[in-house]
């Protein structure tokens, strides 16, 4: 085992880090930009060292001077955590050459299924079932003309550099694809630097579905069950749970194999997630695989009762799957994403905490990095707290998660947890009867009422 990390990382992630490295008896160095300076990670880990402004890109982006931090304190491993160089190449890459162990995929997988195009190619030969589509880049308006007529309207264009919403567009006759292809071919260029695009038939009315996989890059691979994404708003996910309501027993072992065997197929090494669009008749196709550990992982560390950010270190530092390949899961999950933003603008709020009142008991997890007396920067993003549920059934979790999220102050700044009470207070949501389109019907049934 390693005897000293460093995390790439900050706010409640890098806290969940620090835990489960403590807990391997493995010492943290936490990173910090000038305004994390108070911040709960850096008083927290062993070693903190500070490496620049707040702008992302001259601290926690900025790879010479994190790899820098690493060799001064003599981390062996980084963590990345999510989001800012979690999912850049370039960073395993380095730390190859720099004899430092990254904490997650080969820059070859990262780079294999960052490329949104070449990852649903690649699941092709997978034999995994993807929503039809192009089979490679489209380059102009003929070839987006003639590939939407061959796979019928509504399509959507993606930017293969694009990923969880980012450079999408929605086209839904041919009179608007000319226009449409122009302008998601700038968005790409203007937001990733590359104008490539895909299209895929575009499915109306869907559930988003995942599975958390890890893999020890030589083949063998463990795939848990499934969770539910299906709740959120311009790609920001709200609520998620695990399992999805939505989802018997025998459609869960069908998507786990695929999980399973398209991880096995490209080797997969490290936490990864494999993504999939699943519609009414229950058929299921797979859409992205992220190659991170995900905000939304402790519903499935609830229900299996695993700590994955334990096994992604000890996969990295073993090069070895210490999980059971027949993991069994029990009770059921829900996580509300607490952001400190207006709930009904959406606009963030940072700011001064002036007093934290978080909620605990039997089957309640809090992941957070705020403090009374915290100030919030506005540089990064809002999310500031997760609560987690866990109890043997949905309707007990969700009973659970309205009796804490009420038990929950947050004073000084706007935060979106009146907004989390009435989503947990729908009845379609405490059906379970919902999809990707429930916050738009959300908002529109709230006009009415
Ligand atoms: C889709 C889709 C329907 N059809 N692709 C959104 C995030 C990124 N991972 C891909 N996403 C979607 N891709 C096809 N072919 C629906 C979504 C989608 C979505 C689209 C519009 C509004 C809200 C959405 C929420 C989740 C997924």
């Given at each position: 085992?390693f005897?000293k990390?460093?995390?790439a990382?900050?706010g409640?992630?890098a806290l969940r ?6 807990e391997?008896?493995?010492?943290t160095?936490?990173v910090?930009s000038e305004p ?6 850096t008083?927290l880990?062993d070693?903190?060292i500070?490496?620049?402004?707040g702008?992302?890109s001259d601290s926690?982006?900025n790879i010479?001077v994190i790899m820098a931090?690493?060799?001064?304190t ?5 963590h990345?955590?999510y989001?800012?160089?979690a ?6 890459e ?7 162990t990254?904490?997650?995929p080969?820059?070859h ?10 990852a649903?190619q690649e699941?092709?030969?997978a ?5 039809p589509?192009?089979d490679?880049i ?7 003309k003639?590939?939407?007529?061959k ?7 993606k930017?293969?550099?694009?990923g969880?919403?980012?450079g999408m567009?929605i086209?839904?006759?041919?009179s ?6 122009s ?10 630097g590359?104008p490539?695009?895909?299209m895929?038939?575009?499915l109306e009315?869907?559930?988003h579905?995942e599975?958390?996989v890890?893999?020890d890059g ?7 069950g499934?969770?539910e ?5 311009k790609?920001?996910k709200?609520?998620e749970?695990?399992p999805s309501p ?5 459609f ?14 490209i080797?997969y090494?490290?936490?990864?997630t494999?993504?999939f ?9 797979f859409?992205?695989?992220n190659t991170?550990v995900q905000?939304?992982?402790?519903v ?10 334990k096994?992604?270190i000890?996969i ?9 390949q ?5 009770g059921?999950s829900?996580e ?6 207006d709930?009904?603008?959406?606009i963030?709020?940072?700011?001064k905490i002036?007093f934290?009142?978080l ?14 007396g ?7 993003d809002s999310?500031?707290?997760k609560?987690i549920t866990?109890?043997p059934?949905?309707?007990q979790?969700a009973?659970k998660m ?5 038990m ?5 700044i ?11 207070s729908d009845s379609?949501?405490?059906?379970g ?5 429930f ?6 049934k709230k006009?009415?009422?």
């Amino acid at each position: 085992m390693f005897s000293k990390i460093l995390i790439a990382n900050r706010g409640e992630i890098a806290l969940r880090i620090i835990r489960s490295a403590r807990e391997l008896g493995v010492k943290t160095v936490a990173v910090y930009s000038e305004p994390d300076k108070n911040s709960l990670h850096t008083l927290l880990a062993d070693e903190k060292i500070c490496i620049g402004p707040g702008r992302p890109s001259d601290s926690y982006l900025n790879i010479p001077v994190i790899m820098a931090a690493a060799e001064v304190t003599k981390a062996e491993a980084i963590h990345p955590g999510y989001g800012f160089l979690a999912e850049n190449p370039r960073l395993p890459e380095i730390c190859g050459s720099a004899g430092i162990t990254f904490i997650g995929p080969s820059a070859h997988i990262m780079r294999l299924l960052g490329d949104k195009n070449r990852a649903r190619q690649e699941m092709i030969k997978a034999k995994l079932q993807v929503i039809p589509g192009s089979d490679k880049i489209i380059t102009d308006i003929d070839e987006a003309k003639a590939t939407a007529k061959k796979i019928g309207f509504p399509v959507i264009l993606k930017a293969s550099a694009g990923g969880g919403g980012k450079g999408m567009r929605i086209v839904r006759a041919a009179s608007q694809i000319e226009e449409q292809f122009s302008i998601a071919q700038a968005e790409a260029q203007a937001a990733f630097g590359v104008p490539s695009l895909y299209m895929e038939r575009f499915l109306e009315v869907a559930r988003h579905i995942e599975v958390q996989v890890a893999g020890d890059g030589k083949g063998n691979v463990a795939a848990f069950g499934e969770r539910e994404c299906s709740v959120q708003r311009k790609h920001q996910k709200l609520i998620e749970e695990a399992p999805s309501p939505f989802i018997d027993e025998k459609f869960r072992k069908k998507i786990i194999k695929a999980a399973k065997d398209a991880a096995t197929f490209i080797k997969y090494q490290s936490l990864g997630t494999f993504e999939f669009l699943v519609d009414e008749n229950k058929n299921f196709y797979f859409m992205e695989a992220n190659t991170r550990v995900q905000v939304e992982h402790p519903v499935t560390e609830m229900i299996y009762n695993v700590d994955l950010i334990k096994e992604q270190i000890i996969i990295a530092a073993d090069n070895e799957l210490s999980l059971s390949q027949n993991l069994e899961s029990s009770g059921h999950s829900i996580e509300c994403r607490i952001n400190a933003e207006d709930p009904e603008t959406f606009i963030p709020s940072p700011g001064k905490i002036d007093f934290l009142v978080l909620p605990g008991g039997q089957g309640i997890r809090v992941d957070t990095a705020a403090y009374t007396g915290w100030r919030i920067p506005p540089e990064y993003d809002s999310l500031i707290a997760k609560i987690i549920t866990y109890a043997p059934t949905r309707e007990q979790a969700a009973q659970k998660m309205l009796v804490a999220l009420e038990m929950t102050t947050i004073v000084g700044i706007k935060t979106n947890i009146s907004l989390q009470i009435k989503i947990l207070s729908d009845s379609d949501f405490k059906k379970g009867d919902y999809d990707i389109r429930f916050m738009d019907k959300f908002f529109t049934k709230k006009q009415v009422s």
